[in-house]
């Protein structure tokens, strides 16, 4: 499968068959998350992979019940739950050296992103899940203190072929040499 192939044909999936990806499977986007770059190459990425039924069901119940991918983390087979190791990332001697402060959220976004295109090849269909209780979240999982919650992501093969859904225009949101100029 071709990278862009992959990237314009993922979508989120929010109902699954009920059939389990094969460890070499969850090795292959585990492999593919791992090389993601990351701020000065910190990786301060951890994965927890949920598959027991009943540690679902309490994570799905992090969730509001208004969000759609509430019965995604109850029903997927395996659930990926992305965290970060606090004040590493964008950390130069115990101290942040951007305004933007902890870079976590970009490189576990990033090893995500690349962990979900993996699983697309592979078949396989995901949901990237930001809105719930990262905290109780947390508390479920056993997740210590300096190491943050920050999504979900319910994986595994889809029920059915997800709708399209439309995007922007490439010159909607593009300026050139300046905020607000657009290509003359």
């Not at 479920?140 to 979900?152: C, F, G, Q, R, Y």
């Amino acid at each position: 499968m071709e990278l862009m192939e992959a990237i314009r044909g993922r979508r989120s999936i929010r109902k699954y068959r009920k059939d389990m990806p094969s460890d070499e499977a969850i090795s292959y986007v585990l492999e593919a998350a791992k090389l993601a770059p990351s701020w000065a190459n910190t990786q301060c990425w951890e994965f927890i992979l949920v598959k027991d039924e009943s540690i679902r069901l309490k994570l799905s119940k992090t969730l509001p019940e208004t969000n759609p991918a509430r019965g995604a983390v109850e029903q997927a087979p395996i659930v990926i739950v992305g965290c970060a190791k606090k004040g590493t990332s964008g950390f130069f001697k115990g101290k942040p050296v951007t305004e933007k402060g902890d870079w976590m959220l970009f490189d576990i976004a990033l090893a995500l992103q690349n962990l979900t295109l993996a699983a697309y090849e592979k078949g396989m269909g995901s949901v990237h899940t930001g809105f719930f209780d990262s905290l109780k979240a947390g508390e479920i999982l056993n997740v210590p203190s300096d190491v943050a919650v920050i999504e979900l992501l319910p994986i595994g093969y889809p029920e059915k072929e997800a709708r399209v859904t439309p995007r922007k225009k490439v010159e909607d949101f593009v300026f050139y040499d300046s905020y607000g100029i657009k290509k003359g």
